[in-house]
């Protein structure tokens, strides 16, 4: 609680109030991307135009889903939910099987990426002022890839247990 939220790019924002009982910030971006912020005192109103870093509010105490405060951050293209941690520029996360981590001497090393990674969050305009991936295709989107026939969460044809790697 106390900590500033700030924008993750330019936009204008397009609601600031409680939705649900809950103190919420949406700025609306270039190339229909919108991101939200909950909880959230807000200290910007509705219309009112962001840069990336501008704060938008103080974060709140949450729920009781989370232990101390936290920010629930938000990315949408139109209807279609997106990954908001695409925003940050950082590498992709890779998890390592359990059985693997705990038997290999040394620190854990990734294998080099595949499919074209890493990807962008959206297809076609990036969206003016978003802080990006440098380097990342603006026609890669989250989810371009449709799952695998007969794929549901932890399961796959084939699995073979829990050293297998998850597919991607």
Known sequence: ??????????GVVHCAGRVAGRGVVSVR?????????????????AGERVSAGSPLGV?????????????HWGLRHGPRYLDPLSLLGRGRVRLLPVAAAISSPGPARLAPARD?????????QAGAGLLRRAGVPADRRCGAVPPRRGCRAGWWPGKRGPAAPARL
Not at 1 to 10: I, K, L, N, P, S
Not at 59 to 70: N, R, S
């Open 1 to 10: 609680a106390g900590v500033t939220a700030r924008a993750a790019g330019e």
């Open 29 to 45: 971006h270039a190339g229909g991307l919108r991101t939200t912020y909950e909880p959230v005192a807000a200290t910007v109103v």
């Open 59 to 71: 974060l709140v105490a949450g729920h009781a889903g989370c232990g101390q405060p936290c920010l």
């Open 116 to 124: 074209g990674w890493p990807g962008s969050v959206v297809r076609g």
